[in-house]
């Protein structure tokens, strides 16, 4: 995000990350809005609930008995050509999980925030990134917010980016960390929005004028209709959506660079970089985690070293040579991770060392479990985890077989 | 005016060469589900045999507009349709979920009855075959006491089943009736009445199995008969609280000739095991039932 100061009138309004959310899906004019209470996402549900009783928000509002539900209502709403929202955390998104995959299936440009929370057994409300991380496969575009006014410009966004290629976005937020904590945030006005966001045009629409029947049983190879045409069979279907994954790199970016535009906060990068131009220590965090290594490198900066941050805002696609072009001048990577691929490390870790792979860039890769169930994460304790990580620079052992954890065990 | 074999609609919504197996009663009432909304409906189609009916893509025998939604999300993916259509000002559609008896019975309950009370304007169309045919026979929550399947292969069910009509009763909605593939013009003036009633709507539709029941694909409509002159089944409706037999039933109950149950479980293979203490059990079960219905009925 970089700012730039624009010639307009701003209302700066102090909100949580929910309300700045409730506030992108208003401002995104969302027509139909189902979601069950979960915490911490309740308070986004309630709000445009309130949105719509008052007169506020023209949309119809479903009061769901479930997560699944919800995102099955979201799907076949849009199948109408409705502009969907939902929003979940943790069970929740688990419960979604099937239709997650039928959103994505059916490439409907369905729009959820995902409050990250962390998931049982056993109980526990407070923040960690399983629940998301563990969606990766499900064919969904994941962008992880670092602060509330990220998450308002993020759900607008979110619409046009899923709009343009036919994939469903999850714009994700740190539960607590931001989902309840208020900051200013910058609420552009509602004709602003009407003129980055256009309304929705659908290209699957289901009408008795035209009748077409979808998501039918599909055979694994292509088959011919009763026009004698070759359509795709299964496989086809899902290269189509991993295609329009890999080509949506362009299209997150165009939209992030026509925001900066319209509301001069450019968003012209899968990332965010804090210090990398010299750095040759780096840590890499997704969401508001990165930003208190922002925090960590202040004090590691005072210290003499050369230390930068790489946020992740784009999870899935994942910005591989991005990535790889930012890390080049890297000697240590410090990866941290609110969430673990059990049996192996942080999602995160995986996904930055496969994007090293072949690129002789022979950093250390070091990665950090941290902030399981709400576990707070202190700069101080990102910036010992880096202190303590610089011997590995002369032993030249560039990989560990498993992560760190930062716990009492 | 009454609708007979001769004023009823020529216009096919339901294709020939469907998938379905021979003798599928399914495949007759949803003909006439269709004839009767006239192609002014979207539908949405959990996994069942309704799902192999609809064809294989690119392929369909289907000339309506339809979604196939997950198992659990059928009567949640009618909400969304309905909400869309709202929300985009699209008027004079109906709605129409339609679910074998696992998609209603068992997995797809909790999104029926949170539509239901929600007082979703659809219409919800359970067809009965009385256990999961689609996936080889297993037994659901509608599955008799006493059936032989592809899950209680040696004893035969232990339960009975439980009475979903009711149960949708139960959530005051404005319309709910039974039906049966072989007395198509009954379904069919029941789907037409459903189709003018704003708010949820239930109509049970009874279909006969050929291969999971264990009959002749010959003997569909005859079962389906059997079904209704026993008392198995009972046609009936209600409309807004007011209890009405219908058809056959309505006929049997005015001459009072319900015959015993076992002449119908003597027609299938899948009753091969069922014990003279099921039978029993089932015809007392039957005639506390009927009883019931006569004493509610207002048109006797």
């Known amino acids: 995000m970089i700012n730039k100061k624009i010639d307009r009138k701003t209302d700066i309004q102090i909100l949580d990350g929910n309300h700045a959310a409730a506030q992108g899906a208003k401002l995104s004019r969302v027509q139909v809005i189902a979601a069950y ?26 009061a769901v008995e479930g997560e699944h539900s919800a995102l099955a209502v979201c799907t076949s709403a849009s199948m109408v050509g409705a502009r969907t929202f939902t929003a979940t955390s943790s069970h929740g998104l688990a419960y979604m999980h099937e239709m997650l995959h039928w959103a994505a299936g059916a490439r ?6 995902c409050v990250n929370r962390a998931i049982g057994a056993p109980w526990n409300i407070l923040n960690d990134q399983q629940d998301s991380i563990a969606q990766r496969d499900t064919g969904w575009i994941q962008i992880y917010a670092r602060n509330n006014q990220e998450i308002l410009d993020s759900m607008i966004q979110a619409y046009k980016i899923a ?61 011919v209709n009763t026009e004698g045409v070759l359509c795709h069979g299964y496989m086809e279907l ?30 012209s990068n899968m990332f965010w970089e804090d210090r990398l131009d010299d750095a040759d220590i780096v840590i890499v965090a997704t969401g508001s985690l990165a930003l208190e290594a922002t925090v960590a490198t202040d004090t590691l900066r005072e210290a003499g070293h050369k230390v930068g941050v790489l946020g992740l805002r784009v999870f899935r696609p994942f910005p591989k040579s991005d990535v790889v072009k930012a890390l080049k001048k890297s000697r240590l990577i410090l ?58 620079l002369q032993e030249g052992v560039l990989n560990t077989e498993y992560p760190e954890w930062m716990c009492d065990i | 005016m009454k609708t007979n074999a001769i004023n009823l609609t020529e216009t096919e919504y339901l294709l020939p060469g469907n998938r379905t197996c021979p003798g599928c009663a399914l495949s007759l009432a949803y003909r006439h589900i269709l004839k009767a909304l006239e192609g002014q409906v979207i539908v949405t189609v959990p996994a069942s045999c309704l799902t192999v009916l609809h064809g294989m893509y690119p392929v369909t025998s289907v000339d309506v ?3 196939n939604t997950p198992f659990a999300s059928t009567a949640a993916s009618a909400s969304g349709l309905v909400a869309g259509l709202k929300a985009l000002g699209k008027k004079g559609l109906t ?5 074998g008896d696992g998609g209603t019975y068992d997995i797809g309950i909790q999104a029926l009855s949170g539509a239901a009370e929600r007082q979703t304007d659809f219409l919800y169309i359970c067809y009965d075959n009385e256990g999961y045919m689609n996936t080889g026979n297993q037994r659901s929550g509608s599955t008799p006491l006493g059936v032989i399947s592809g899950t209680t292969p040696i004893l035969g069910k232990q339960q009975n089943q439980k009475n979903m009509a009711a149960i949708m009763e139960a959530h005051g909605i404005p319309y709910v009736a039974t039906a049966n593939a072989s007395y198509p013009l009954d379904l069919y003036e029941k789907v037409r009445k459903a189709k003018t009633i704003e708010g949820t709507r239930f109509i049970h539709v009874f279909t ?91 048109n006797l």
């Open chain 1, 335 to 392: 990866v941290f991770d609110k969430n673990i691929s059990y049996g192996l490390e942080g999602a995160t870790c995986s996904e930055i060392k496969s994007a090293l792979y072949g690129n002789h860039l022979n950093a250390v890769v070091r990665n950090f479990i941290v902030g399981l169930g709400g576990r707070d994460v202190k700069a101080r304790e990102l910036a010992d985890a880096v202190k303590r990580s610089l011997p590995l």
């Open chain 2, 208 to 298: 006969p199995c050929p291969p999971g029941w264990r009959f002749p694909f010959s003997a569909t409509i005859k079962i389906g008969e059997l079904a209704v002159q026993t008392g198995w089944v009972v046609l009936y409706e209600v409309e807004d609280g007011v209890f009405r037999l219908t058809s056959a039933s309505e006929s049997i109950a005015r001459r009072g000739d319900l015959k015993p149950v076992r002449e119908y479980f003597e027609e299938q293979g899948r009753f091969n095991s069922i014990t003279e203490e099921q039978i029993d059990e089932l015809q007392d079960w039957i005639n506390a039932r009927w009883k019931h219905c006569l004493d509610r009925a207002t």
């Open chain 1, 37 to 62: 209470p979960i915490t911490p996402q309740t308070p986004v549900t309630e709000t445009l609930s309130e949105f719509v009783e008052g007169g506020k928000l023209n949309a119809e509002y479903v």
């Open chain 2, 95 to 99: 709605v129409l979920a339609i679910a």
């Open chain 1, 238 to 267: 899902r290269y189509l959506l991993q295609e329009a994954l890999q080509h949506s790199r362009e299209t997150i970016i165009r939209v992030g660079q026509e925001f900066g535009v319209q509301f001069g906060r450019s968003y």
């Open chain 2, 65 to 67: 507009p339809c979604v």
């Open chain 1, 108 to 113: 409907l440009p369905v729009v959820l925030a």
């Open chain 1, 163 to 223: 709009e343009a290629v036919y994939v469903p976005v999850m714009v994700c937020y740190d539960g607590y960390v931001l989902s309840h904590t208020e900051m200013p945030v910058d609420v552009p006005p509602q004709e602003d929005v009407d003129r980055f966001l256009p309304p929705y045009k659908p290209h699957t629409i289901l009408d008795p004028a035209n009748p077409k029947n979808y998501n039918l049983v599909t055979l694994a190879n292509p088959r």
